[in-house]
């Protein structure tokens, strides 16, 4: 798995040339894009660094780019286009996965799907930065479950900065469910008040 997700990163978004830029979610830098179509556009062109300062524009329309073809796969230059010369090996390797921990994926499939089911949103705050954690989650057939607005990367500003703009954008009057360790709750308590802990055990 982390060998076909390095290909992808590497040959398909631009990992190698992003990774200093990468951000806490994909919306990040929404103020820099002047939201140009990029459809069909030449992205690989465009240079990431004007005088060796960023350009956060050409940067803010990757990160759009990558934001629509992770939520509609299936459409032109949608990650399932993106990723074809991959798909073989990657369903090898999630079948592989499945078989060996028990069904893993498919038991986190359903239970997220039932959250979706009565009512809730699932989000994830990921410790790996934000692109390898889209990547990840499209290779496990979960970018249907977790939108890309629902996606946050702890790498770069910590897990208290993601807890507190969910927080912001849902309020405090809901329940939290956290499935993570001890540490999730803790610093989860420090935005909101109703937090439910799952603890998951290596």
């Not at 190698?16 to 069909?40: A, C, M, W, Y």
């Not at 009565?118 to 889209?134: C, E, F, R, Y």
């Not at 469910?177 to 989860?188: F, N, P, R």
Request: aromatic fraction near 10%; glycine fraction near 6%.
């Amino acid at each position: 798995v982390n060998r076909s997700l390095q290909a992808f990163l590497n040959q398909r978004l631009w990992w190698r040339e992003i990774e200093r830029h990468d951000q806490p979610h994909i919306n990040s830098l929404l103020p820099f894009d002047d939201q140009r179509k990029v459809t069909g556009y030449a992205l690989a062109r465009e240079r990431l660094l004007d005088r060796g300062r960023p350009n956060y524009a050409h940067i803010s329309r990757r990160y759009r780019w990558l934001k629509e073809a992770y939520r509609r796969p299936a459409e032109k230059e949608g990650l399932n286009d993106v990723f074809k010369n991959f798909s073989k090996h990657m369903a090898e390797d999630l079948f592989e996965i499945n078989r060996i921990s028990n069904g893993w994926i498919d038991s986190a499939r359903s239970v997220l799907a039932s959250v979706e089911r009565s009512g809730g949103v699932n989000l994830i705050v990921g410790a790996d930065k934000l692109i390898p954690t889209l990547a990840k989650l499209y290779m496990y057939r979960m970018n249907a479950i977790f939108p890309p607005e629902n996606v946050y990367s702890a790498a770069k500003m910590g897990k208290a900065w993601c807890f507190k703009q969910i927080v912001q954008q849902y309020g405090q009057s809901i329940t939290y469910v956290a499935v993570g360790g001890s540490g999730v709750e803790k610093t989860l308590r420090l935005s909101a008040q109703n937090v439910q802990l799952y603890p998951i055990r290596v």
